[in-house]
């Protein structure tokens, strides 16, 4: 959603108001996406909430004032007191908060921790290749091992043919009972490290 759709949803949703008190609120909100930029557009929308959300806020609070200020006795003279809706409409809109020295520091410790940080990766790589790779090389190692053992058993070398056999049927029993745990492995590895990944990223851009 854009400032402007939000915006026009937001006059729309405020019509219950007085005008006086309606116009103030628009202001307020147009003067708060100036503020945020275009760049932060989307970012100062999300931090709102729904036009309807904030809409009801204003709504509910203005009217409390009101409320608070019609039971206030009147006094007998003097000024005219001040008209209702005197809302603090800065309690609907969120504080951004200024990130820049936040990410300078970690961009600072990333960069003095480099080497660590370019060893994550490549430990990473290598641990899930050997654990999808390995469990595959034994598992055709051992179906290897079972056809030699035939060809060893047809040209009359019964010993060879049964030390095949049996070294191909002890491989392909291991890999059926370690390919899961090898594959599970491999997936809460790829998961995590791809949560780092965002949980950096995140912090560096100043989005918790």
Not at 27 to 51: D, I, K, Q
Not at 159 to 165: A, C, E, L, N, T
């Amino acid at each position: 959603m854009t400032s402007s759709e939000f915006l026009q949803q937001l006059a729309a949703n405020l019509q219950s108001l007085q005008e006086e008190e309606r116009a103030s609120a628009m202001a307020y909100y147009h003067e708060y996406f100036e503020e945020a930029g275009e760049e932060n557009e989307a970012e100062a929308v999300e931090r709102l909430g729904s036009p309807q959300s904030v809409a009801e806020r204003i709504i509910r609070e203005i009217g409390a004032e009101s409320v608070q200020q019609n039971a206030a006795p009147k006094p007998e003279a003097g000024p005219k007191p001040a008209p209702a809706a005197s809302y603090d409409y800065s309690a609907a809109a969120p504080v951004q908060k200024d990130s820049t020295g936040r990410t300078i520091l970690a961009v600072v410790l990333i960069l003095l921790t480099m080497p660590f940080w370019c060893a994550i990766p490549i430990v990473w790589f290598t641990i899930v290749l050997l654990l999808v790779v390995l469990p595959v090389s034994l598992g055709c190692a051992g179906i290897g091992a079972v056809v030699q053992s035939a060809f060893t058993f047809i040209f009359g070398n019964i010993m060879g043919g049964m030390w095949d056999m049996g070294g191909g049927l002890f491989l392909i029993g291991f890999v059926m009972l370690t390919w899961y745990p090898c594959f599970k492995l491999a997936k809460l590895m790829t998961v995590g490290f791809g949560k780092m990944c965002t949980g950096i990223f995140k912090f560096l851009s100043g989005k918790e």
